[in-house]
């Protein structure tokens, strides 16, 4: 249990309460992922200051959950800005440009790069779901993140069988579903090997639907394990 990577979002609007919730979250061993979407006025400088722990820089656009509202430039700008201020993670939908994507990949140094996928719709059909991994896995980034909406806790096990798939192919996967009928795959997807999950410090900061508290998560795996 102690090797599952648990990752917090920072959704706060403001640069110095996002500073705060990052210190909280690596005063307690957690990955946190900065929704660079959230804040009003991103200062990257102020917020990936060393010394700190891991962090995922994250600027997602509204048709996958996000916020983000301005000029498509700015987005890749601040992702960009990310990578060379050193954050651990930066986070990148598949759905992007390809070739700025590519770009992207081809300059990340030793930052990791996640490609994600959403589906805020759902659920996507297994062999749908299969092929889009595929074509992820093709593209070459370190973790591919594949999270789509459960209508029906059976929604999920198309998702979670998505992780032994990926492994098997040597690759690091992130993938569970949201919603209310998805918590539970938020819980048994690091136990099948996803990179990580995401879970909240407390009720009322998710980023996205059916997020569980690292305390409800931790005192499930405690009882599992
Ligand atoms: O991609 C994801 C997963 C997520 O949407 C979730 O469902 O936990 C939460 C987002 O903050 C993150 O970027």
């Not at 997602?60 to 983000?68: H, K, Q």
Request: aromatic share 6%; proline share 6%; with cysteine.
């Amino acid at each position: 249990m102690s090797s599952i990577r648990i990752c917090i979002p920072v959704v706060e609007t403001d640069c110095d309460a996002a500073c705060q919730c990052l210190a909280r979250i690596h005063a307690q061993g957690f990955l946190a992922e900065l929704r660079l979407d959230y804040l009003i006025q991103p200062d990257l400088q102020h917020l990936l200051h060393a010394p700190r722990g891991p962090v995922i820089a994250t600027n997602r656009l509204p048709n996958e959950g996000g916020r983000f509202s301005g000029p498509e430039s700015a987005r890749r700008r601040l992702l960009e800005q990310a990578i060379d201020l050193g954050a651990d993670y930066v986070d990148v939908e598949f759905n992007a440009d390809p070739f700025w994507r590519n770009d992207l990949l081809a300059h990340r140094g030793a930052v990791k790069l996640i490609l994600s996928w959403h589906d805020f719709k759902g659920p996507s059909t297994p062999p749908r779901l299969h092929e889009i991994m595929t074509a992820m896995i093709d593209c070459g980034a370190d973790i591919i993140k594949l999270v789509t909406y459960a209508h029906h806790p059976s929604d999920c096990l198309a998702l979670l069988g998505l992780i032994p798939a990926a492994q098997q192919q040597g690759q690091d996967i992130i993938a569970f579903c949201m919603g209310s009928a998805g918590k539970y795959s938020r819980v048994i997807a690091p136990l099948l090997g996803s990179y990580l999950t995401f879970a909240v410090l407390e009720a009322g900061k998710e980023s996205a639907p059916g997020q569980l508290t690292v305390q409800e998560m931790t005192s499930i795996w405690e009882m599992l394990t």
